[in-house]
């Protein structure tokens, strides 16, 4: 069999239905990364069983540092089966939880939350933000 060396500027991964875990998602990509040790990773990660962030946290810890996300989790999956399927990642739940591990975004939170909150006034129903809800640290200082 030919091997190719293609390279990507980023291999994304995608669990498009929700059904990753943080062991599963460690282990694809240890299996990637020791046949392509350079390739650089990207996650595709919904909320359907809330273990989004959980994956995307594995991902971090495996040195992915590129991630889909959506404004307060907008979206679904068509792939689902059902109307409940949860959309990409919150961005802003996302970049809370990497700006408070140390990992700079050069997002602005308030300005994703207020985005958040907008999108749930456009769509006319709540969306499944948890910063949007909870607030950033800005509030409390």
């Known amino acids: 069999v030919a091997e190719f060396n293609l390279r990507l500027p980023v291999l994304k991964l995608a669990d498009t239905v929700g059904w990753a875990n943080p062991d ?73 939880m990497c700006e408070e591990m140390g990992i700079s975004t050069g997002l602005d939170l308030d300005a994703l939350v207020a985005c958040a909150h907008l999108a749930e006034e456009i769509v006319g129903h709540p969306l499944p933000g948890k910063l949007m809800r909870g607030g950033t640290l800005t509030h409390f200082r």
């Open 24 to 96: 599963r998602v460690m282990r694809v990509i240890g299996a990637i990364r020791e046949k392509y040790p350079e390739q650089r990773l990207g996650l595709h990660l919904h909320d359907t069983r809330g273990t989004a962030m959980a994956n995307a946290l594995a991902g971090l810890q495996m040195g992915v540092d590129a991630f889909d996300s959506s404004c307060a989790g907008l979206g679904g999956c068509p792939f689902a089966g059902h109307a409940g399927a949860a959309g990409n990642i919150c961005t802003e739940d996302l970049a809370f």
